[in-house]
């Protein structure tokens, strides 16, 4: 069970959009939906933004989606602003009840 | 609404086993909706889950961690609890509890996470 894969950082101006990367393998992201969206501001716990691969829960504002191709999901903010500059994790489903997280990315709004 | 808090010592010494509870409020541990979960966070670095009980379905574990996790639950108290044998200062971390409903899955509620540092 490895950790899935994103991007150490990516950053964008206000206003952007900006899409972060979220690798894994055929024994967990490809196989199933139950891929979830957090985000953590330093020193607070994770915020849960996506669950079931493109869902949002009531609360998130619909400038963050998300979606899900093959080994591969994505989360997109749209017309970025400062206050979404954080860390971003993903996690999967990686079957028998097991779970994995990605490495994290960090969002810098310019 | 759903509330988690970790406790525990904030430091263990090496070769020794960390034992960590987290009192929940808002919902039953014995409810068929969560699971209930452990994931920890060492300094700097992302997030890795260690496991989870459901009060039908039993333990899961980190395959990377299973020689060494139990997780376990009090449903008088509403309280389940982490314990971690052979702790080296790898396991520094900030340990988190949190809830894992089920349909829809989702890891909704968090608690604030408690630092323990493996030091002699």
């Known amino acids: 069970q490895s950790a899935l894969t994103q991007p150490a950082s990516v950053s964008g101006s206000p206003g952007q959009s900006i899409t972060i990367s979220c690798t894994g393998t055929?024994?967990?992201?490809?196989?199933?939906?139950?891929v979830s969206w957090f985000q953590q501001h330093p020193g607070n716990a994770p915020k849960f933004l996506i669950y079931?691969?493109?869902r949002r829960p009531s609360g998130v504002s619909n400038r963050f989606s998300a979606s899900k191709s093959g080994n591969t999901a994505s989360l997109t903010i749209s017309g970025l602003q400062a206050e979404d500059e954080a860390y971003y994790y993903c996690?999967?489903?990686?079957?028998?009840?097991?779970?994995?997280f990605g490495g994290g990315t960090k969002l810098t709004v310019l | 609404q759903l509330q988690l808090q970790e406790s525990g010592p904030g430091l263990v010494k090496p070769s020794e086993t960390l034992s960590l509870t987290c009192s929940v409020s808002?919902?039953?541990?014995?409810?068929?909706?969560?699971?209930w979960g452990w994931i920890r966070q060492p300094p700097g670095k992302g997030l890795e889950w260690i496991g989870n009980?459901?009060?039908?379905?039993?333990?899961f574990y980190n395959p990377s961690l299973e020689s060494r996790v139990t997780i376990s639950m009090d449903t008088s108290t509403n309280q389940f609890s982490l314990k971690l044998t052979s702790m080296t200062a790898t396991d520094t971390a900030l340990y988190y509890c949190?809830?894992?409903?089920?349909?829809?899955?989702?890891?909704?509620?968090w608690g604030q996470g408690t630092l323990v540092t493996v030091s002699s």
């Open positions: 949190a809830s894992l409903r089920e349909d829809p899955s989702q890891w909704d509620y």
């Open positions: 808002g919902a039953s541990i014995s409810s068929k909706r969560y699971f």
């Open positions: 009980i459901h009060y039908r379905e039993g333990t």
């Open positions: 055929n024994s967990d992201v490809g196989s199933y939906n139950l």
């Open positions: 079931e691969a493109t």
């Open positions: 996690s999967s489903s990686a079957g028998s009840g097991t779970w994995v």
